[in-house]
């Protein structure tokens, strides 16, 4: 390994230090995390020294390779990103590099069936050759790339002798082949190879010697025999079969009794799964009737989803019922390097392969596909297209006569090809999954823990060519259980990475998708832009709306954009509206965010999507009751989502708000203050609907981080705010001793703040929690104060407020008469308001009075009315404490069966919101009933969903 600045030898450093080089230019233009720098130098088993190793390996590439050694960054070569390094694509130039494009040209001139410039080029290729692969370079990443650069460069020789034999280049070849079967003596292409052009030189007896001796040597050293095409080469070789003469091999047009073209590739060994696939892919290719089979199947999905291996296993159980041909051509859609075939460069190749002269060939489109057409009239062939770039790739091969069939493989979707019948791949199902995992690293491994091996296929996403590669790993460490590499990949920072074996990945399977849109048209671009941005919101599914913000873009552009990811299968569409990624395509958007996108772009748009998440969340919560206090919100750019009415605003809300949750956390962990700040005044924005919803676990957490935001940004404001919505929550979930404190500090820094609303409304949320701990003479005070203030600036809802807690304190303190009136002037003024929040509680608070004067028909009244509004309004938690109440007015009335229900719906509440008060009291209104009457079934249920069941 050695490298060159204008002319002049560079120094590596140390073999580790080329090591490190090798990992990076590999992977050029994407970031190798010091996870991967470190399995490609020392495996499994690093020293403890490793990670300062590479530090220092780091250190040494940039000081070789930065035009301007010594300066501490800006790096313009090798960059530092958050998860490791990226070398720059294109700031150093690899042979390797030129050698694989070599053979891509070749592969493509292979496919133009032009020998010339096929030899031309892989005589190019051989050029960038002087010697071993990596000699010298430690590390099993550098032993990896040997053998796979190796493999590459005999296959390279191999398919240049194959192009000497197509020009009639015999000896030639016979001089090539002879080299590399000395070199390579077991590869059985390049016997056959050389079989075949001793026997075109005059030397048959050789020919056959060369397939004795192969043969001795498989037996000996492998305890094998030849390949199949090695045997039959003999056999035709052994009776001077005139298929092999240069004339023959040369396609003519075949007359009556020629051998009908069989080029499907082999069938997938013990392929497994995909039942359903198959026998729908079975009664299209050979209906059960014997009818016409269907003129154009194709069989769609996302990158890793097997398609292909589908495809070529349902064309093989279907050859009986296509006698004249199964004729296969790849057509590199997706194929990295390589440019996809032109349609007449798939009609030639077709024709060809039905015994067209290739110089009658036409060289227009249309024609050769009246031509394809005229040729099969009449048969019944199958054609497998393997890897379709779209349908315009393919649209003029679709019109075939009747009988004839063509099985398309493809990422993208064939919805708008004519009398066409798709296939949509999804991921395996779980038992599936298994099973392919039994097959591949052996039933007795997998079955040892089936546990472990049914969540292994989850984290692979039942995607088949991650279970593969999953089985790669397994293969390559026998000493690792199915449960270790499931601890592996629940780190979905390493995912992807541990998702590798070779040169075969997930990750590498995504990029060529993403790399085509971005190559892409408009549309196509603006799809790989969207593809890149939703790694940076962490949410389970996005919207046109939040995805228009996200991406800065306007909501019909973004949507066209999620359609064509959905076309390109990166992404699934679930509900109306809602697109979602693959797991492993979501862990994908990550790193793709983090490698094309700059922080501060990254920056801007999580900043966009937070403030269309909290202006939309807080319009809709004020929509839903315009009577409550909204907290803060900071002018944003981005304007609320358009909704009209309380049922719009529930409906987004109930859809959105987990997602608006996960953002508002997600941004409260970061590391810029901007947007955590932003990311707090959300979770802000989201408080009367947690209330509201009962959520009072995720209250506290948002809360809870909230309180952190504002003491790192010193903002007493924010600190103020956090903390009441911690008593409130805290206080929600019968945590009533620490609730108070969170209160009395609020209080405190509304008064330093000399806020007076906000001292009105800490004073009222104080008097809650201290009713709540029965501190009654204090909840008075404080109510007595809030009302005070209330009046002096005018507040009607803090004046409601006040009176309603001075009823309850009245009525702690046993002056029912004070407390009855003081909660029937609330719920006057709650009435004249539409305050329906107001009204429900009064109603609440007046049937416990009245339960404890002992008139239960009248609590049952006020309470009915109260569980309608709350019901009305989505008060979930109030709906709860009223039920509990409400029960106990029904047992005492003497009704059994509703005094039940309603007993185990408040107690179901209690469970799923985290309300351990609620809880409580209905577990206790239980065991009255079960007391009052003894012939009803009161055992409490262990869940929610079983106390709903009953």
């Known amino acids: 390994m050695a490298a060159w600045r204008e002319g002049r030898t560079v120094d590596l450093g140390p073999p580790l230090q080329r090591a490190a080089l090798c990992v990076l230019a590999a992977r050029a233009g994407r970031v190798v995390t010091k996870d991967t720098l470190i399995g490609g130098l020392w495996g499994d088993r690093p020293p403890n020294t490793a990670e300062q190793s590479v530090y220092t390996y780091i250190a040494g590439l940039r000081r070789a390779l930065e035009r301007a050694p010594g300066r501490r960054g800006p ?3 090798l960059i530092s990103r958050s998860r490791g390094y990226v070398l720059e694509r294109g700031a150093v130039e690899a042979d390797v590099g030129d050698f694989e494009r070599h053979l891509a040209e070749a592969r493509r001139l292979q496919a133009a069936e032009d020998p010339r410039g096929v030899l031309r080029t892989l005589d190019a290729a051989s050029d960038c050759w002087s010697g071993p692969a990596l000699c010298g370079v430690p590390g099993p990443f550098a032993e990896a790339e040997r053998v796979r650069l190796e493999e590459l460069r005999l296959t390279a020789l191999e398919d240049r002798a194959g192009a000497m034999l197509d020009l009639e280049l015999h000896q030639e070849a016979v001089t090539a082949l002879t080299e590399l079967v000395t070199e390579a003596p077991l590869r059985e292409r390049t016997r056959d190879l050389l079989m075949l052009a001793l026997y075109r030189s005059g030397r048959q007896a050789d020919a056959l010697d060369t397939y004795l001796d192969v043969k001795r040597l498989l037996a000996e050293r492998l305890g094998l025999d030849p390949g199949e095409a090695l045997r039959e080469r003999y056999e035709l070789i052994l009776r001077a079969d005139p298929s092999l003469d240069p004339e023959r091999s040369v396609t003519t047009d075949a007359g009556p009794g020629a051998r009908p073209p069989r080029q499907l590739p082999r069938a997938v060994t013990g392929f497994v799964g995909r039942v359903e696939e198959l026998v729908r892919l079975r009664s299209l290719l050979t209906p059960w009737d014997g009818g016409v089979p269907q003129a154009v199947v194709a069989i769609t999905g996302a990158p890793g989803t097997g398609k292909s291996a589908l495809a070529v296993h349902a064309a093989h159980t279907a050859a009986h019922a296509v006698p004249d041909g199964q004729l296969y051509v790849n057509l590199l859609g997706a194929t990295p390097g390589v440019e996809r075939l032109e349609p007449i460069g798939v009609l030639g190749r077709l024709l060809r392969a039905l015994g067209l002269e290739g110089k009658a060939v ?16 009449g048969r019944r062939t199958l054609i497998l297209l393997d890897d379709a770039a779209g349908p315009e790739q393919v649209r003029s091969l679709l019109g075939l006569p009747s009988g004839n069939t063509v099985l398309i ?35 007795e491994r997998i079955s040892g823990d089936p546990a472990a091996a049914a969540h292994l296929v989850e984290l692979c996403g039942g995607l088949p060519l991650a279970l593969r590669l999953a089985a790669a790993r397994l293969g390559e460490r026998p000493d690792w259980s199915v449960r270790d590499l499931g601890g592996r990949l629940e780190d979905r920072r390493r995912t992807l990475h541990e998702l590798e074996s070779g040169q075969i990945a997930v990750r590498s399977s995504l990029e060529l998708s993403y ?3 971005a190559r892409g048209g408009a549309l196509d671009r603006l799809a790989a832009r969207t593809l890149c941005h939703l790694g940076v919101l962490h949410v389970a599914s996005v919207t046109a709306d939040v995805v228009a913000a996200l991406v800065g873009e306007p909501a019909d552009a973004a949507e066209r954009a999620l359609d064509r990811l959905v076309r390109a299968h990166l992404l699934e569409t679930g509900e109306a509206g809602r697109y979602q990624p693959h797991d492993l395509v979501r862990l994908f958007t990550i790193e793709l965010a983090d490698a094309r996108l700059t922080p501060q772009a990254r920056k801007d748009a999580l900043m966009r999507a937070l403030g269309f998440y909290g202006a939309t969340s807080r319009h809709a919560s004020t929509l839903l009751d315009p009577h409550r206090v909204h907290l803060p919100w900071p002018d944003v750019p981005q304007r609320p989502l358009t909704l009209s009415t309380p049922a719009e605003a529930r409906a987004w809300l109930g859809k959105e708000l987990a997602h608006v949750i996960s953002t508002a956390s997600q941004a409260m962990a970061s590391e810029d203050d901007e947007i955590t700040r932003l990311g707090a005044y959300v979770g802000l924005a989201l408080s009367w609907q947690l209330i509201r919803e009962a959520r009072y676990r995720e209250q506290l957490e948002l809360s809870r981080q909230t309180l952190l ?7 007493l404001d924010m600190q103020a705010l956090a903390h009441g919505q911690i008593a409130g929550a805290l206080g929600n979930l019968g945590q009533l001793d620490e609730a108070v404190p969170h209160q009395e500090t609020e209080l405190e820094l509304r008064r330093t703040l000399r806020d007076r609303f906000g001292e009105m409304r800490a004073l009222g949320n104080l008097s809650v929690a201290q009713i709540e701990i029965g501190r009654y003479a204090e909840a008075l005070e404080s109510a007595e104060v809030q009302n005070a203030i209330a009046q002096e600036i005018g507040s009607a809802v803090g004046e409601r407020h006040s009176l309603l807690m001075a009823g309850s304190a009245r009525r702690g303190l046993g002056d029912t008469a004070a407390a009855m009136s003081l909660l029937e002037q609330a719920l006057g003024l709650a009435r004249v308001a539409g305050d329906r929040h107001h009204e429900s509680m ?6 416990e009075l009245c339960l404890d004067r002992g008139d239960p028909p009248t609590a049952r009244d006020y309470l009915e009315r109260g569980l309608r509004l709350s019901r009305e309004s989505g008060q979930r938690g109030r709906e709860g404490h ?3 109440r409400l029960a106990k007015a029904h047992r005492l009335l003497g009704e059994p069966d509703p005094a039940l229900r309603c007993a185990l719906e408040s107690l179901a509440i209690g469970q799923r919101s985290g309300d351990e008060q609620l809880r409580r009291q209905a577990e206790d209104e239980l065991r009255e009933i079960g007391e009052a009457f003894p012939g009803v079934e009161v055992t409490p249920p262990r869940s929610a969903e079983e106390a709903l069941s009953r």
Request: net charge negative.
């Open 882 to 884: 009223l039920l509990g």
């Open 362 to 377: 036409p060289s227009e489109e249309e024609e050769a596909a009246a031509v394809l057409r005229d040729r099969l009239e």
């Open 515 to 517: 790399e085509a849109l």
């Open 842 to 847: 009064s109603l609440l608070f007046l049937g």
């Open 409 to 443: 493989t493809s990422r993208e979707s064939f919805a708008v090809a004519d009398d066409c019948v798709r296939i949509v791949l999804r991921r395996m199902r779980r038992s599936e999954g298994v099973t392919v995992l039994s097959k591949l690293v052996g039933a």
């Open 709 to 715: 935001v504002g003491r790192r940004a010193d903002d």
């Open 75 to 77: 790096y313009s070569t």
